[in-house]
């Protein structure tokens, strides 16, 4: 089986040989089929040879219209059959599908493929179409290796020979340029300005927050949608015209946590979320019938239980910083990952050398597109169709790692707490945030490092602080600085 195991993972790292064609690059192809292969792995259907069979020979021919199409040969229309499980139909049943290929380039393929088998294409929708050729760069003057007047400040970075060695130039350039100091310097001023200009906005929307909430029981009303503070007033100032005009639906909501988000419906947290870009009428459509959204979030600790349960009582959590999805989506996900588990162990046991429990681990469990991979606080991620052979194959790897990863969070977590106080006193910022992408670790580095300068850091008093990965003085006045800063 573990010869099965690596012959369909070399399958799968042949789906990605196209990525140099057509501006996909590895990773991209590689998210944007992971959900196509999960669907078809022959580990699915170990107990239905026929399926297998099929799914095995057609993944054969795929593979090798790849490699043609990656090599820019000729290559001949193809009909590919596969057997999927049918989503609605938990029980063994299967739907066959052809995929017809006759494209010429990577991106249409992938968008085929995923079409056939009813699966999103909005990750590959997102990714830039190829740009056209840029025009030939225009041909230099020759010169002379022993003229004097030779070097790179007149030669163009298109330049075919030295083009390379301009460009490496402009870069390292451009990152000198760009140290802490300097940059503040710059854009100190006109962040304080935009912040105290800013101030008569936020205390508006404080009060806006603090009306409603009182008006309707609400617990919290909490903006997710970036960093956009007018828009989050005009969403506070609709809710509220909408309250006046159907105050009646709205005794719902007391008690409850309201989040202005990218889509509308019951989170996993149980939070009600509206879509800061749609109309009222969707949002009271939301309110009227959340009592059948609870239901389905209170079935959520059931399905978290079934798969904690067939993985030897595993906690299954969410991560902090979680992608934002609907809890009926989040049930579809449990029932499937849950599906696969136990189709892994009708055919066979855990590895021996696997504990008799694994409470001390975490799963997170993500949509079809997410990714497989041990988290910075030492979660196990998995995406909901990923088979069960892959997901223990990938545990019995990670285990060790994701123990350490748990124990160094744990003690980040505090320190970062304790360092994040001491900035915000000692620099005498007004508030200090970090992006969902920055671990404790980095925050830690980050704010010791901030603390070490404070006396060449002046130009940081008064300021709304954000740690990311970039420079940027954002429409509020808030300051965004990488957690990898040079002074």
């Known amino acids: 089986m573990l010869c099965n195991i690596g012959k369909w993972a070399i399958l799968q790292q042949k789906f990605v040989v196209f990525a140099n064609v057509r501006h996909m690059t590895t990773t991209e192809v ?3 089929l992971r959900p196509f292969y999960f669907s078809v792995h022959p580990d699915l259907f170990g107990q239905h040879p026929n399926q297998r069979s099929i799914n095995e020979n057609s993944l054969k021919q795929l ?19 596969f057997y999927l499980r049918d989503k609605k139909n938990m029980q063994n049943t299967f739907r066959l599908i052809t995929i017809y290929l006759n494209e010429k380039d990577v991106r249409t393929t992938v968008l085929t493929i995923l079409k056939s088998c009813d699966l999103s294409t909005a990750y590959v929708d997102k990714i830039p179409k190829a740009p056209s050729p840029p025009p030939p760069p225009p041909k230099q003057p020759f010169r ?4 004097e007047n030779v070097g790179f400040t007149n030669i163009n970075e298109n330049d075919p020979i030295f083009g390379a060695f301009v460009l490496k130039r402009k870069i390292k350039e451009a990152k000198d340029s760009f140290t802490l100091k300097k940059w503040l310097e710059k854009n100190y001023s006109g962040a304080l300005e935009l912040s105290r200009s800013h101030q008569p906005l936020r205390e508006e929307i404080a009060r806006l927050q603090k009306t409603i909430a009182e ?53 996993l947290d149980g939070h009600v979320m509206l879509n800061s870009g749609e109309v009222r009428h969707n949002w009271l459509d939301l309110i009227k019938n959340l009592r059948k959204y609870d239901q389905v979030y209170h079935r959520i600790p059931s399905f978290e239980k079934a798969l904690s349960q067939v993985l030897l009582d595993i906690q299954v959590v969410r991560r902090k ?32 050398h696997w504990p008799s429990s694994l409470n001390q681990y975490e799963i997170v469990v993500e949509t079809e597109a997410g990714p497989l991979m041990v988290s910075p606080t030492g979660q196990f991620i998995a995406p909901s169709s990923c088979p069960g052979t892959l997901l223990v194959s990938f545990i019995s790897e990670h285990m060790a790692e994701a123990v350490q990863r748990m124990g160094d969070y744990k003690r980040h977590k505090y320190v970062e707490r304790s360092v994040h106080k001491q900035c915000v006193d000692e620099l005498y910022l007004s508030a200090l945030h970090k992006g969902d992408n920055v671990t404790p670790d980095l925050m830690i580095k980050c704010c010791e ?22 420079y940027s003085v954002l429409a509020d006045g808030t300051v965004c600085i990488p957690w990898n800063w040079n002074l």
């Open 30 to 32: 590689s998210t944007a």
């Open 63 to 81: 593979s090798s219209f790849i490699e043609s199409l990656q090599s820019r040969k000729a290559v001949k229309p193809c009909s590919l059959k």
């Open 144 to 147: 002379n290796a022993h003229d």
């Open 215 to 267: 008006r309707l029981g609400l617990v919290d009303i909490r903006w997710d949608c970036g960093w956009n503070e007018k828009h989050f007033k005009g969403c506070l100032q609709s809710l509220q015209a909408m309250t006046d005009q159907n105050p009646e639906p709205m005794h719902v909501l007391k008690g409850r946590i309201l989040v202005f988000a990218p889509f509308t419906g019951l989170s």
């Open 321 to 352: 910083f979680m992608p934002k999805i609907l809890a009926g989506e989040y049930e579809k996900n449990l029932q499937q990952l849950t599906t696969n588990v136990s189709d892994y162990l009708s055919r066979r046991s855990f590895p021996q």
């Open 449 to 470: 490092k901030l603390l070490h300068h404070k006396h060449d850091l002046q130009n940081l008093k008064h300021i709304h602080l954000n740690i990311t990965n970039y």
